[in-house]
């Protein structure tokens, strides 16, 4: 009796002990990033383990300035999911805690999104690891190929085809049109969808140390004389010039030939608009070669939080072949490559475009971000809209080169 009591005991205090060791993991991320992917794999790590992770979501307008406000003021949770293109700046303010040891132990580091990894990485230690990924790609509407003439099943591969496509397209008449694009009034639009063009050929808008504008190179004057030709040949909407970003999605209506858009969107496609029969590719550059823009969110640590070792090991979860698959299956592009053709078995192949642009992708690596591009008053929004539905295409250049290395001048 005594040894059942004494048995009884032991058995309650290790209950107690391992209750009272249990940690809750705070963490933010912005409102609808991710969709219910990333709730998905926070229920199942919840589900099976004692540690927990809490999750409170933020709009993402209010993100960045909610977490500079919480981290000045200590109230900051232990993690968040940040925009990539601000970790850079959170990083050298030394807001984050050094991830540097804990990644590179990753068996899988090097298969990482690289994009992610780049962004997360400030001074060569690493501050942020990739979350949530998103790239952008090229998509055509075979019902409208089918109707021009064109072979519904052949990707284009270079803007002269697009261009040849969208006019084939626009002779069927009323309001169906050959391209679209955001253009005039949304520089984040045009960062995430028309860069690429650049960025296979070679070129960039910064270089590589983010010091000196780049904007003014031949590949950008080929890529700009592409989109104004189709501009002016009418296979574009007049709206586009003006358009905020309001009509991103203007390819699910199903008058759009031919659009680059956000891989969110294939999903958006399938399940909400299946009267749309529609192929995907990478986008090609001026040159033919294939680029896309990484967007998404990376994990990044407050620095001192309490929990880093609950947050290495929910992030140890999220990576497995299970997180990986549980993220796919909601709707999310897999963080691994190594593993990204197994996690998306059995889904749509389209995923696979996606999923293959994450290799290639690329993001501009600044701690101006927000006023060099993002900003509707940026150099590069102006440039934008100059550059494409303007008539002075050298001043435009001229202009948006000088606000680039002004902003990026005056930060040094």
């Not at 004494?6 to 249990?22: D, F, P, V």
């Not at 199942?44 to 300035?65: G, H, R, W, Y």
């Not at 962004?119 to 998103?134: A, H, I, R, S």
Request: proline share 5%; aromatic share 8%; hydrophobic share 40%.
């Amino acid at each position: 009796m005594l040894k059942r009591m004494l048995a009884a005991t032991a058995l309650l205090s290790i209950c107690l002990s391992s209750a009272a060791s249990a940690e809750t993991v705070s963490m933010w991320v912005r409102s609808g990033s991710g969709g219910g992917a990333f709730k998905a794999v926070i229920d199942a790590f919840n589900a099976a383990n004692s540690d927990k992770v809490e999750l409170t979501e933020i709009p993402s307008d209010q993100m960045v300035q909610k977490y500079a406000t919480a981290v000045a003021g200590g109230q900051a949770p232990d993690a968040i999911a940040l925009d990539l293109i601000y970790t850079p700046s959170f990083a050298s303010a030394g807001q984050l805690e050094d991830l540097t040891d804990f990644a590179k132990s990753l068996p899988y580091f090097n298969a990482l999104a690289p994009a992610h990894v780049k962004q997360g990485t400030y001074e060569g230690k690493v501050y942020g690891l990739p979350l949530l990924v998103e790239t952008s790609v090229f998509a055509w509407n075979k019902g409208l190929y089918k109707q021009a003439g064109l072979d519904p099943d052949k990707a284009p591969k270079s803007w002269e085809e697009i261009a040849s496509n969208a006019e084939r397209i626009r002779k069927l008449g009323q309001d169906d049109y050959g391209f679209y694009f955001s253009g005039g009034g949304c520089g984040g639009c045009m960062i995430f969808t028309f860069t690429p063009l650049v960025w296979g050929a070679g070129a960039d808008i910064l270089s590589a140390d983010a010091k000196t504008a780049t904007l003014d190179s031949p590949q950008m004057r080929k890529a700009v004389e592409d989109y104004r030709k189709m501009i002016k040949s009418g296979v574009v909407p007049a709206s586009a010039a003006t358009d905020n970003g309001v009509d991103f999605l203007k390819f699910l209506g199903g008058k759009v030939g031919q659009q680059s858009l956000g891989a969110f969107a294939i999903g958006t496609l399938i399940t909400q608009h299946p009267e749309v029969d529609f192929g995907v590719t990478l986008i090609p550059s001026v040159d033919g070669k294939a680029s896309s823009f990484a967007g998404g969110d990376n994990i990044v640590v407050t620095k001192g939080a309490p929990h880093v070792t609950q947050i290495q090991k929910f992030l140890k979860y999220v990576y497995s072949e299970e997180g990986q698959t549980i993220m796919a299956k909601n709707g999310s592009l897999p963080t691994r490559t190594d593993i990204a053709d197994k996690v998306l078995q059995g889904q749509d192949p389209r995923l696979l475009v996606a999923a293959e642009a994450i290799k290639i992708a690329k993001t501009p690596y600044t701690l101006q971000f927000n006023d060099l591009i993002n900003s509707p008053n940026s150099p590069w929004s102006n440039f934008i809209n100059a550059v494409m539905f303007g008539d002075d295409v050298d001043g435009a250049f001229q202009s948006g080169q000088a606000g680039m290395q002004s902003i990026i001048d005056s930060a040094q």
